[in-house]
C-alpha cells in the first residue's frame, strides 16, 4: 500500500503565500521508485475536483491556467516527496488541496491524500 499524507494548509490573507508538501510512504514496493507523475488537485465547496499541478519524473511541469505564474510544484529528485508554492493567493484558491502519485507499470497505480484545506481571506 501507498500512503500520501500532505501538510501545509492554512489560513491566510489574500496576497499571501503557503508551501504545501507531500510525501508518499508505505509498505509497497513502488515507494522505492520514483512516481511517474506527482501533483496536486483541489476542490473547491460546490464543485469537482480540479487538477492544480503535476510534475513528471523527468521534469515536465503542467499547471492549470488559474495558477500559472502564481503557484510553483517542485519535487525531490530521490524521493517521492512533491512540494507546491503557492504565491498571490486569491480567495478563489480556497479549497482542500489533494496531493496524486501515479507509477505506470503493467497497468497504472494511482493515489490520493486526504486533503489539505487551504483557506484564503479577503
Known amino acids: 500500500q501507498v500512503q500520501l499524507v500532505e501538510s501545509g494548509g492554512d489560513l491566510v490573507e489574500a496576497g499571501g503565500s503557503l508551501r504545501l508538501s507531500c510525501a508518499a510512504s508505505?509498505?509497497?514496493?513502488?515507494?522505492?521508485?520514483?512516481?511517474?507523475?506527482l501533483g496536486w488537485y483541489r476542490q473547491a465547496p460546490g464543485k469537482q475536483r480540479e487538477l492544480v499541478a503535476t510534475?513528471?519524473?523527468?521534469?515536465?511541469?503542467y499547471y492549470a491556467d488559474s495558477v500559472k505564474g502564481r503557484f510553483t510544484i517542485s519535487r525531490d529528485g530521490a524521493k517521492n516527496t512533491v512540494y507546491l508554492q503557492m504565491d498571490s493567493l486569491t480567495p478563489e484558491d480556497t479549497a482542500v488541496y489533494y496531493c496524486?502519485?501515479?507509477?505506470?507499470?503493467?497497468?497504472?497505480?494511482?493515489?490520493w491524500g486526504q486533503g489539505t484545506q487551504v483557506t484564503v481571506s479577503s
Open positions: 496524486y502519485a501515479k507509477w505506470v507499470e503493467a497497468r497504472i497505480f494511482d493515489y
Open positions: 508505505g509498505s509497497s514496493r513502488r515507494i522505492n521508485s520514483l512516481a511517474n507523475t
Open positions: 510534475m513528471s519524473s523527468a521534469g515536465h511541469k
